[in-house]
């Protein structure tokens, strides 16, 4: 008797628990969030100069600046959880995290399992390999190994049924950083990254020994934030933060702090 008891109250509790689980992942969160005042993002803090943390250990970029001051606007805070970025998808999904916001690219794929804010900042995938390689345009890695990050949207173009670039060998990096060692010591020969990783992580190196090679036939693609497709509440939220921040000149000002441009851009 005892042991049918137990039984019955295991099951209940699985199928609360299975309740609220499906409850999570179906419901707008953006209640949650304004009464907790806490907002979890997802990112990669190597990923110069979006999210990327420095030698004293603090967490700074694009983005981190510019998701403070969209949740300051609603005196919530942001809370970063660093995360495998091959892994950003699932985390989202789980409610490990509530939003990824670390130059997420808009792609044909992502858009299947999350909705997108509006675009933010402009961007492009380019190869950079060694000055003295010899090497001038995609075609010339025909016969040699490819670095690229997993889950990146690198991979995802590389990955594609596209005919710029085909490599002998496609190798694949947790962390940019790490390729960079490999091209330095000669085990890739090649890049494909983010134009705007690609230009900050290149002007501050003491010494610059890697060239950037781009191709025509690359489309450009757009950062934005990545979101439940189930909170469309947070998703607007964000959207009308963005605005703010061009009309009232503070995204102005993050790009020239970031960029050095004068550019208000705001995907349109």
């Not at 979101?227 to 998703?235: A, S, V």
């Not at 102005?252 to 050095?260: P, S, V």
């Amino acid at each position: 008797m005892m042991r049918a008891k137990l039984l019955l109250l295991i099951s209940i509790l699985l199928l609360l628990l299975t309740g609220c689980s499906r409850q999570s992942q179906t419901q707008d969160h953006w209640s949650e969030i304004k009464q907790s005042k806490r907002v979890v993002v997802g990112l990669d803090d190597s990923f110069v100069p979006m999210g990327f943390t420095k030698k004293d250990g603090q967490l700074t970029g694009y983005d981190v600046d510019i998701a403070k001051a969209v949740f300051a606007l609603y005196d919530i805070k942001v809370d970063f959880q660093t995360i495998d970025w091959s892994m950003n998808v699932t985390e989202l999904r789980n409610g490990t995290i509530d939003l990824i916001w670390n130059g997420f690219s808009i792609t044909p794929e992502r858009e299947k399992k999350v909705a997108f804010s509006q675009p933010y900042l402009k961007n492009r995938q380019i190869l950079v390999v060694l000055k003295n390689s010899g090497i001038k345009d995609f075609s010339q890695l025909k016969n040699r190994a490819l670095g690229i990050q997993t889950g990146s949207t690198a991979q995802q173009w590389y990955e594609s049924d596209q005919k710029a670039l085909h490599a002998k060998q496609e190798i694949l990096y947790d962390q940019l950083p790490n390729s960079f060692l490999d091209l330095k010591a000669g085990r890739i020969q090649g890049i494909l990254l983010d134009e705007i990783y690609a230009d900050y992580y290149l002007a501050h190196l003491p010494k610059n020994d890697y060239q950037v090679i781009v191709d025509k036939k690359t489309p450009a693609d757009y950062f934005a934030v990545g979101i439940r497709k189930t909170d469309p509440t947070l998703r607007k939220k964000i959207n009308q933060g963005l605005k703010k921040l061009q009309a009232n000149g503070e995204l102005r000002r993050l790009n020239q702090k970031w960029f050095g441009t004068d550019s208000n851009y705001l995907g349109e």
